[in-house]
C-alpha cells in the first residue's frame, strides 16, 4: 500500500491508497516540536485504528511546505516502515509545465493540487485550497500551471483581527444571516466569512477571464465546505486532491507496484 503525506502548516494530512483507491485518511496537528519517535507512535497507532496493518505500508510520497518536518517524517518512514519515501519536490517529474517565473517557489502541495486536478477533471482548471492560507492555482487550457494567487487563510485573518485588538473577540466562523451585523459577533462574522465568500468569487471570476469561462473550479481545504454555501463557484470539491496528487506523481517516478 502507498502512504501519502501532505505536511502543511496548520494539519498533517495523510493518506492509504491500495492502488488507486483511497482507504483511509488521518490528520495530525502541525507541531515542530515533535520527534520522529512521537510521530511515529501516534501515526502507527491511528493506522490500527482504522485498520490498516502499519506492516502493509511498502510504498510513500510525501510533500512539505514545513522545512523541520520534512527530516522528521522521511526518517518516520524510513524507521517505522522501513521505506524510502519520495519527496516532491525540484527534480521529481510531474508532467506539469510551470510557468512561474521561478518554478522552485511553487510549493509542493500547489504541484500535487494542479497535477490532481488536470488528470481528475480536466484543463483548463481553477484550484481553490481553504487551509492556513487562501490559494488560487491557474491551469491552462494545454494543462500549464500558469500561477495563482495567495491571500491570508480565514482562520489567520480571525486571529490577527484577535491577537492585534483590543475589543475583538475570537468567534465562531459561520455565517450571519444578513451581511448588515448587528453586534460585534455578527460584525465580525460578515466581514470573515462573506468577505472572504465574496473574495473568492471575485477571484474566480478574474480568473476565468483569463484562462477561459469554462474552468473547472476546484475547491479543497478545510473551510472550502462552508464557503461553498455562500460562494457557488466550484465546481467540484475535493478534500483529498492534494492525497490523489501524491499518489499519481508517485506513479510516474517509480510507478505502482504489485504483490505477488
Do not use: W
Request: aromatic share 6%; glycine share 10%; proline share 4%.
Amino acid at each position: 500500500m502507498l502512504l501519502t503525506i501532505d505536511i502543511g502548516n496548520t494539519a498533517v494530512t495523510l493518506g492509504v491508497f491500495d492502488g488507486d483507491r483511497l482507504t483511509t485518511t488521518l490528520r495530525v496537528a502541525t507541531d515542530t516540536r515533535r520527534l520522529a519517535d512521537e510521530y511515529g507512535t501516534m501515526l502507527c497507532g491511528v493506522l490500527q485504528a482504522k485498520g490498516v496493518d502499519p506492516s502493509s505500508i511498502s510504498e510513500a510520497c510525501l510533500c512539505s511546505v514545513v522545512p523541520p518536518l520534512t527530516l522528521v517524517f522521511n526518517q518516520l518512514v524510513d524507521g517505522y516502515f522501513g521505506v524510502d519515501p519520495l519527496n516532491v519536490s525540484a527534480g521529481v517529474r510531474t508532467g506539469l509545465p510551470i510557468l512561474y517565473d521561478n518554478p522552485r517557489d511553487v510549493g509542493a502541495d500547489r504541484i500535487a493540487d494542479a497535477v490532481a486536478a488536470i488528470e481528475l477533471y480536466g484543463a483548463p482548471a481553477i484550484v481553490v485550497d481553504l487551509g492556513t492560507a487562501t490559494v488560487f492555482d491557474a491551469i491552462s487550457r494545454t494543462g500549464e500551471y500558469l500561477g495563482g494567487a495567495i491571500a491570508p487563510g480565514m482562520n489567520l485573518a480571525a486571529d490577527s483581527l484577535f491577537f492585534n485588538t483590543s475589543q475583538l473577540r475570537r468567534v465562531e466562523l459561520v455565517a450571519p444571516k444578513s451581511a448588515i451585523g448587528r453586534s460585534t459577533t455578527t460584525s465580525l462574522q460578515s466581514g470573515l466569512v462573506l468577505g472572504y465568500a465574496g473574495l473568492i468569487t471575485t477571484m474566480v471570476q478574474r480568473f476565468k477571464d483569463e484562462i477561459g469561462q469554462d474552468a473547472t473550479v476546484i475547491g479543497t481545504g478545510g473551510l472550502v465546505n462552508m464557503i461553498a454555501r455562500e460562494a457557488p463557484v466550484f465546481h467540484e470539491i475535493n478534500q483529498d486532491l492534494t492525497l490523489e496528487g501524491l499518489r499519481i506523481i508517485y506513479n510516474m517516478n517509480r510507478g505502482p507496484k504489485t504483490r505477488g
